[in-house]
């Protein structure tokens, strides 16, 4: 298996463009989360998925944050408008169980630079 | 409120030696706690894995203990190399929820 694959690797747009990070989990792994990663705040979950269902997304910061993962291989979240503050490292995870009994497969990660 | 709390101050080691890292938490009933290494650039890795009703797990040069009466983990590596220089996260999965909450990291320098 590839592992987790995220794409872009790195994305600089600017101020209220909109932005897509896009994710593709690990075969078989019915958990997939969202985290971001800032020298600040650390890795914060932003929202998790459980059979391509939104369980809790109560780490979504304003509404100009959205995830959707319309089918197991596949996953997005969108920044619309974006802003300077959203800089940050994405990273995508994907696990067979929620609370990682095997640890969370994490991708390589997207690094947005909003200017 | 939850809290999860690592050494933020870089923590340097001869290499040979072996290297401590702490993880205090407060407000947790957690269900298991993992640690993960974390190289520049990369994605954290899953290193290890203890539950909460294990004191000791090891594997290869790694050891990690776990006091759920203290609220602390310890996570050592023996034989330290410079290859082990990253950051460590530990990472809670509370029992009632389906989700891990990490620590801010720390990191760890192996000097030659």
């Known amino acids: 298996d590839a592992g987790v694959i995220q794409s872009p690797r790195h994305e600089v747009t600017e101020m209220g463009q909109e932005v897509t990070l896009r994710c593709k989990p690990i075969?078989?792994?019915?958990?997939l989360f969202w985290y971001r990663q800032t020298m600040m705040r650390g890795l914060e979950l932003l929202i998790y998925f459980n059979n391509n269902v939104p369980i809790d997304d109560s780490g979504m910061p304003e509404d100009r944050f959205s995830a959707k993962m319309p089918n197991a291989s596949f996953s997005t979240l969108k920044i619309q408008p974006s802003e300077p503050r959203d800089s940050a490292v994405y990273f995508c995870?994907?696990?067979?169980?929620?609370?990682?009994?095997?640890?969370?497969?994490f991708g390589s990660g997207t690094r947005l630079t909003v200017v | 409120s939850q809290k999860i709390e690592q050494n933020s101050e870089a923590l340097n080691i001869q290499e040979g030696k072996t290297a401590t890292l702490t993880c205090n938490y407060t407000?947790?009933?957690?269900?298991?706690l993992q640690w993960y290494r974390q190289d520049p650039g990369r994605g954290p890795v899953f290193l290890l894995l203890i539950r909460e009703n294990e004191k000791e797990k090891r594997k290869e040069r790694l050891k990690v203990t776990f006091d759920t009466t203290l609220k602390q983990s310890l996570f050592h590596i023996t034989a330290s190399q410079p290859a082990d220089s990253a950051t460590y996260l530990c990472a809670l999965a509370d029992s009632s929820a389906s989700k891990i909450i990490f620590g801010s990291g720390t990191r760890l320098s192996i000097r030659p």
């Open positions: 075969s078989g792994h019915d958990y």
């Open positions: 995870a994907s696990s067979p169980t929620g609370q990682g009994l095997h640890g969370y497969t």
């Open positions: 407000n947790y009933s957690p269900a298991y």
